[in-house]
């Protein structure tokens, strides 16, 4: 049963900090290349960064600002996001990547205030 639990969201001021975690069950964590995905009040979700191994890649605009990290040993995939901007503003979800599951975990909201 796929299990992806986000936390870590909040509020915090432009330029401030925040750092994103994703707890997924084994069974996918460990197989496939994991993403963190954004949707915006009005928007389609969106890819924010992707990790598969040692390979990352990242949206445009997060690049610079977000940095995409894993820790196998705890079936847990991290987003630290520095800079932020009230662009940013959004709930964060993770899932797999290119293809996500079907099923999506609660998200974690984020807000950036200018």
């Known amino acids: 049963q796929v299990q992806l639990v986000e936390s870590g969201g909040g509020l915090v001021q432009a330029g401030g900090s925040l750092r994103l975690s994703c707890a997924a069950s084994?069974?996918?964590?460990?197989?496939?290349?994991m993403g963190w995905y954004r949707q915006a009040p009005g928007k389609q979700r969106e890819l924010v960064a992707a990790i598969s191994g040692g390979i990352t890649i990242y949206a445009d605009s997060v690049k610079g600002r977000f940095t995409i990290s894993r820790d196998n040993a705890k079936n847990t995939v991290y987003l630290q996001m520095n800079s932020l901007k009230p662009e940013d503003t959004a709930v964060y979800y993770c899932n797999r990547f290119p293809a996500p599951y079907e099923y999506w975990g609660q998200g974690t909201q984020v807000t950036v205030s200018s």
């Open positions: 084994g069974s996918i964590f460990n197989i496939n290349t």
